[in-house]
């Protein structure tokens, strides 16, 4: 199921950057595997699939000692302060942050660690209630404070678009992330790039994708629905 269902996304992804114009190697894929066995991660990772994304903490630290060293892990749900010592060794780029306290928290377990920890700063876009993460108008001030941490690189923004039956609607979200990447990037801030664009999911990454996208995070597609009351 695994196989065919990431060769149907392969499809999809390949289609949406040739409908923009771009190439394939500009689109991660990133499987998201939150809630699901590692014996289905295997399947992806049989078919090439190194770059991982979970939700919680608990989940990676589970994971991570029992697969294979060579999977890119991303954490792209919301970390809180105390766990980030947890994940600091073991994950390539964290896709959430959205606070200066947040990324003190990074700041310092990554010098404990003697690392530089990648990260995305997470927008909210489309101003939802129930989401994390900065509105557009605050992202550049905290980009700022973020950008002089000296063990912690700004690669990008990452954004989750509402949940709708209708890619297009989503459209102008991942319009307005893809702007605010380019001006930020225009401002020239040290210690700050703006090359990794983490938007699109299941419903919606080929639009992602036209818009810009650069990683996209897709769990059901991949792996089917999740089943959350099963313990
Ligand atoms: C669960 C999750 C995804 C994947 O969602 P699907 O709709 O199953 O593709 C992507 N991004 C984040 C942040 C998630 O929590």
């Given at each position: ?140 001030d905290v980009i700022r404070t973020i950008a002089t941490f000296p063990n912690i690189r700004i690669k990008g923004l990452m954004t989750i678009a509402p949940f709708t039956d209708n890619p297009e609607d989503n459209r102008p ?59």
């Amino acid at each position: 199921m695994v196989k065919n269902n990431l060769q149907q996304v392969e499809q999809n992804i390949e289609s949406a950057c040739k409908k923009a114009g771009r190439n394939r190697d500009e689109v991660t894929l990133i499987a998201v595997s939150k809630t699901k066995p590692v014996s289905l991660i295997e399947e992806a990772y049989v078919e090439n699939i190194r770059d991982f994304g979970e939700n919680k903490v608990q989940e990676i630290n589970d994971k991570y000692p029992v697969m294979n060293k060579d999977i890119r892990w991303h954490l792209i749900g919301h970390l809180q302060r105390n766990k980030v010592k947890y994940i600091i060794d073991k994950v390539k780029l964290i896709h959430s942050v959205d606070s200066v306290r947040l990324a003190e928290q990074i700041q310092h377990e990554a010098e404990k660690n003697n690392v530089i920890m990648d990260i995305l700063i997470q927008v909210n876009v489309a101003n939802e209630d129930t989401k994390f993460g900065l509105s557009v108008e605050e992202t550049e001030d905290v980009i700022r404070t973020i950008a002089t941490f000296p063990n912690i690189r700004i690669k990008g923004l990452m954004t989750i678009a509402p949940f709708t039956d209708n890619p297009e609607d989503n459209r102008p979200f991942f319009k307005k992330l893809k702007q605010l990447a380019v001006d930020i990037k225009e401002k020239n801030i040290d210690n700050v790039t703006m090359d990794c664009l983490s938007m699109g999911m299941t419903g919606d990454y080929q639009v992602a994708i036209e818009e810009g996208s650069t990683m996209v995070r897709v769990g059901t597609g991949i792996f089917g629905e999740r089943n959350y009351n099963k313990d």
